[in-house]
């Protein structure tokens, strides 16, 4: 069973910043387009940002600029840094592994918290 493990949620105030981090295997690291979702309470699941394989980036237009999506391929992990937060960052970010265009594994969720 595929594991995506996270961590780097919490409550940050309006302006600060937080690093998400998930940590995967290597076999599914070194094939896997990796990314980060979020789902806010009320709306649907979207993509925050994501990284191929071979370290190609695309971001949502409400994060560019603020959020900053890497991989470390020594470390088989790929982080979110968020930046400039705002209160409508606030949601569960689930961190995805999609492999070769087909199959979607998922981490557990983790809360960020906008708010002053």
Same mark, same amino acid.
């Given at each position: 069973q595929v594991q995506l493990v996270e961590s780097g949620g919490g409550l940050v105030q309006p302006g600060g910043s937080l690093r998400l981090s998930c940590s995967t295997s290597r076999s599914i690291f070194s094939i896997a387009a990796m990314g980060w979702y979020r789902q806010a309470p009320g709306k649907q699941r979207e993509l925050v940002a994501r *990284?191929?394989?071979? =370290? @190609? &980036? !695309?971001y949502a237009d409400s994060v560019k600029g603020r959020f900053t999506i890497s991989r470390d391929n020594a470390k088989n &992990? %790929?982080? #979110?840094?968020? !930046?400039? #937060?705002?209160?409508?960052? /606030? *949601? %569960?970010?689930?961190? !995805? *592994? !999609? @492999?070769? =265009? /087909? @199959?979607?594994?998922? =981490?557990? =969720? &983790?809360?960020v918290t906008v708010s002053s």
């Open positions: *990284a191929s394989h071979g =370290g @190609v &980036t !695309n &992990t %790929v982080y #979110l840094q968020m !930046n400039s #937060l705002k209160p409508e960052d /606030t *949601a %569960v970010y689930y961190c !995805n *592994a !999609n @492999v070769l =265009g /087909t @199959v979607d594994h998922w =981490g557990q =969720g &983790t809360q």
